[in-house]
């Protein structure tokens, strides 16, 4: 029983658009949401978090959005470049405790020069 | 940052071998974190520790051991692999920080059984 979702495993966009990548939750304790992008044979990097008492963040060419109501994030790149290609992993937490945290499947992004 | 790394990066070792992954951490933090991850799937936690002489099963049943003698060595052990073992080992340490802890992982370790 998953609790975090990517319904979406690939994405693929032109270098210079946006990309959104999306998740979906189901346990409505969750409080803490973050990104990690892995390239691969590499561990993940961590990218962006948001906690629940805000609906959105932003670092520079990243955001995410969060929809408590619909228990959707997205994070948005824009724009995209072709370094940004990598699996992109949505995290969240309870109370922000790292041995709670539940991972999403990843999408993998691929930006097209 | 925190600077975390792990060893060997690839391993093929055959059935029933003991082996050790290697994983230590330079920053000091005091909770340390194994995951398994097969491709295409979510990061499964199976060990993690709140500090020294600390460790603690997650969610994922794994017949792996961990100790945690020093703060910044979390070594992970299987006493006879199997090919069921074969996956990518993630360490990581975290740090609090506004909102909640982040992870930093390291750059694992893609074991492969025969």
């Known amino acids: 029983d998953q609790q975090v979702k990517q319904n979406s495993p690939s994405l693929s966009v032109q270098e210079g658009r946006i990309s959104i990548l999306n998740c979906d939750y189901t346990?409505?304790?969750?409080?803490?949401f973050l990104w990690y992008k892995k390239y691969p044979a590499e561990g993940p990097t961590f990218l962006i978090s948001?906690?629940?008492?805000?609906d959105k963040n932003e670092d520079g060419r990243f955001t995410v959005f969060l929809n408590k109501s619909a228990k959707h994030l997205s994070l948005h790149i824009v724009p995209s470049q072709p370094g940004d290609s990598a699996v992109y992993f949505c995290?969240?937490?309870?109370?922000?405790?790292?041995?709670?945290?539940?991972f999403g499947k990843g999408t993998k992004l691929t930006v097209n020069p | 940052e925190a600077d975390i790394y792990q060893t060997p990066r690839y391993l093929v070792i055959g059935t029933g071998k003991k082996i050790t992954l290697e994983c230590s951490q330079t920053?000091?933090?005091?909770?340390m974190y194994w995951y398994q991850q097969d491709p295409g799937m979510e990061l499964h936690l199976i060990h993690y520790?709140?500090?020294?002489?600390?460790?603690e099963k997650g969610d994922l049943s794994s017949e792996s051991t961990v100790s945690r003698i020093r703060t910044e060595h979390f070594p992970l052990t299987l006493e006879s692999a199997r090919p069921s073992h074969t996956s990518q080992y993630l360490c990581?340490?975290?740090?609090?920080?506004?909102?909640?802890?982040?992870?930093?992982f390291g750059s694992g370790t893609q074991l492969s059984v025969l």
């Open positions: 346990n409505s304790m969750f409080d803490y």
């Open positions: 995290a969240a937490s309870i109370q922000g405790g790292s041995e709670k945290l539940v």
């Open positions: 948001i906690s629940s008492i805000k």
């Open positions: 920053m000091g933090h005091d909770k």
């Open positions: 520790s709140y500090g020294v002489n600390s460790t």
């Open positions: 990581a340490s975290s740090v609090a920080g506004p909102g909640g802890e982040k992870l930093f």
